[in-house]
C-alpha cells in the first residue's frame, strides 16, 4: 500500500468522513449526515439540521472503528 493510504487511514474520524454535514447552527460546525446517508439515494431527503447529532472533527463514532477493523485484519 501507498504511504499516503496508510496515511489516511490513521487519521480517519469526523473531519475526514464521507457522512460529515456542515452545519452553521452548531458549536463544531459539524454534524453527523450518517442516517442521512444510508437512505436510498433516490428517496432521500434532508432533515432539519438539528436532527443530526453534533459531533467533533476528532471524533470517531462505532461506524469507523468498525471499518478500522475491517482494513487492518489481514
Known amino acids: 500500500m501507498p504511504p499516503m493510504t496508510l496515511?489516511?487511514?490513521a487519521v480517519q474520524?469526523?473531519?475526514s468522513c464521507a457522512h460529515v454535514l456542515n452545519?452553521?447552527?452548531s458549536e463544531t460546525?459539524?454534524?453527523c449526515g450518517l442516517g442521512y446517508f444510508m437512505?436510498?439515494?433516490l428517496t432521500r431527503k434532508q432533515g432539519r439540521m438539528d436532527?443530526?447529532?453534533v459531533v467533533d472533527a476528532q471524533e470517531r463514532c462505532g461506524q469507523w472503528?468498525?471499518?478500522?477493523k475491517g482494513v487492518l485484519t489481514p
Open 39 to 41: 437512505q436510498p439515494p
Open 13 to 15: 474520524c469526523c473531519k
Open 51 to 53: 436532527s443530526y447529532p
Open 7 to 9: 496515511e489516511r487511514i
Open 65 to 68: 472503528r468498525d471499518s478500522l
Open 23 to 25: 452545519s452553521d447552527s
Open 29 to 31: 460546525q459539524l454534524r
